[in-house]
């Protein structure tokens, strides 16, 4: 069978309807149908390992790390020697893709360092990803040259109103970073109940042109203090439609994720997955791999039941 990506006025449209109601059922099915066209039985685990905890400058509401809402009892930045040391709390023959993940203002100079030393300790075919603030096109070419694959980077939902971060400049981080030959990871986060379909369909729609491999969505988790707490969260209906939805607009060629998963919505044709380590946004525990994070066995235990495996 083949598929067309979904149109702005059938994804609106999709997103305006019930979560629960038979044309959602309908829509979840297809999706779930062209995963398993598109990927086969092929699922991936990868590995999130946070690298700093303290007060990011980009202050983003709904996070544990802003400035504003700082939710962590002590401060840290591993050097690189902790970075690279930290893998070894995880199993990293079950995963594909490794990420380096920090606030918007951790040392550059390191991130490249990381990447030198972690490129030396894994297999070639394995990916190297960062997950880092904005960057320009000479930052772009550093990080490839340091051994990094790809590149997570959004724009978020209210990016500008919700964050210190500016549109414009994210995407013109997305440009440098595909320019020069970095894979972009894309996501549609993070999803609260306050949004409207226009607002998500805006960023679906900018993911669709970006055309990335891998595709994802995420709700927000509610931190207690933080600003946005007072919205709640969407429940696990609404995150499985959103999945779906996403998943036939953009089509991504080799995996589509939900964050933070839950068993309905990998019904959406979920092959993909993240284990976390060491500091989360969504977290207030210095290891979330103790409490919201999912382990490499956690991560693949869900996958499997769905029917996607590491071959
Ligand atoms: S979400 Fe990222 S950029 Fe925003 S405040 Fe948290 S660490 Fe900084």
């Known amino acids: 069978m083949s598929y067309r990506k979904l149109s702005e006025e059938q994804i609106i449209d999709y997103l305006n309807k019930d979560s629960c109601s038979p044309e959602i059922e309908n829509l979840i ?3 779930a149908g062209r995963s398993r066209e598109a990927f086969g039985s092929r699922g991936y685990v990868f590995a999130q390992w946070g690298l700093n905890c303290e007060p990011c400058s980009l202050d983003c509401d709904f996070c544990s790390l802003g400035e504003k809402n700082f939710s962590f009892d002590s401060k840290f930045s591993l050097t690189v020697e902790e970075a690279v040391e930290g893998l ?3 199993d990293i023959s079950m995963v594909s893709d490794i990420f380096m993940m920090c606030t918007a203002d951790y040392p550059l ?8 030393e972690v490129r030396k300790r894994i297999p070639r075919e394995t990916r190297l ?3 880092i603030g904005d960057f320009d096109r000479d930052q772009a070419r550093a990080l490839k040259e340091s051994g990094y694959t790809g ?8 990016e500008g109103q919700d964050t210190k971060g500016d549109p414009a400049v994210r995407e013109e981080t997305i440009r440098f970073g595909m320019e020069e030959g970095l894979e972009l990871y894309y996501c549609i986060e993070p999803i609260g109940p306050e949004h409207s379909s226009q607002e998500i369909a805006r960023e679906i729609l900018r993911a669709q042109e970006l055309q990335p491999k891998v595709m994802a969505v995420m709700r927000r988790i509610c931190i207690p203090g933080t600003s946005l707490y007072k919205h709640g969260e969407i429940d696990d209906a609404d995150l499985t439609k959103i ?3 996403t998943n036939l607009a953009v089509l991504p060629e080799r995996a589509m994720n939900v964050h933070e998963p839950c068993l309905d919505s990998m019904r959406a044709g979920i092959n993909q997955l993240y284990a976390e380590l060491g500091i989360n946004p969504r977290d207030t525990c210095e290891n ?3 409490n919201r994070g999912f382990s490499v066995t956690g991560a693949w235990n ?3 039941e769905n029917g996607y495996s590491k071959s």
Do not use: C, K, P
Not at 109 to 116: K, N, S, T
Not at 151 to 158: A, E, K, S, T
């Open 29 to 31: 099915e297809l999706s």
């Open 88 to 90: 070894n709390r995880t």
């Open 109 to 116: 100079d390191r991130i490249y360092a990381i990447g030198r």
């Open 129 to 131: 990803v960062a997950n």
């Open 151 to 158: 590149f997570y980077h959004i724009v978020r939902l209210r």
């Open 243 to 245: 999945a779906a939805v």
């Open 288 to 290: 979330t791999e103790e």
């Open 302 to 304: 869900y996958l499997e």
